[in-house]
Nanobody
Framework: QVQLVESGGGSVQPGGSLRLSCAASGLVMEWYGIGWFRQALGKEREGVACISSSEDRSDDSTYYADSVKGRFTVSRDNAKGTVYLQMNNLEPEDTAVYYC?????????????????????WGQGTQVTVSS
């Protein structure tokens, strides 16, 4: 059974930074495209960032929502089997529960940020709160 576990959330002041981690059991993380999504209270879930995967490791392309470009960075540490979301210059509008997601169809796949059913395996989420 595949499980994703997010960690690293917390409360920070505007302008602060957090690094979220996404670890998996039941799959080899580096083989799969991974998406980061967030859902703020009363709002729909939105794609934030994602990182692709490829069998020959030639495509680790990343994509970002316009609202986070230049502030967020998604990356992998294959040795640790972990995908990170580094979030800098956080804004109150970034307050949300953050989720990582993947799916069997994300094996060696280019990722996307839309509400794609290929993302069928989700973590439990980690809360990020940005306030002064």
């Amino acid at each position: 059974q595949v499980q994703l576990v997010e960690s690293g959330g917390g409360s920070v002041q505007p302008g602060g930074s957090l690094r979220l981690s996404c670890a998996a059991s039941g799959l080899v993380m580096e083989w799969y495209g991974i998406g980061w999504f967030r859902q703020a209270l009363g709002k729909e879930r939105e794609g934030v960032a994602c990182i692709s995967s490829s069998e020959d490791r030639s495509d680790d392309s990343t994509y970002y929502a316009d609202s986070v470009k230049g502030r967020f960075t998604v990356s992998r540490d294959n040795a640790k089997g972990t995908v990170y979301l580094q979030m800098n210059n956080l804004e109150p509008e970034d307050t949300a529960v953050y989720y990582c997601a993947t799916g069997l169809r994300m094996l060696y796949a280019r990722c996307g940020l839309g509400p794609d059913p290929v993302y069928d395996t989700w973590g439990q989420g980690t809360q990020v709160t940005v306030s002064s």
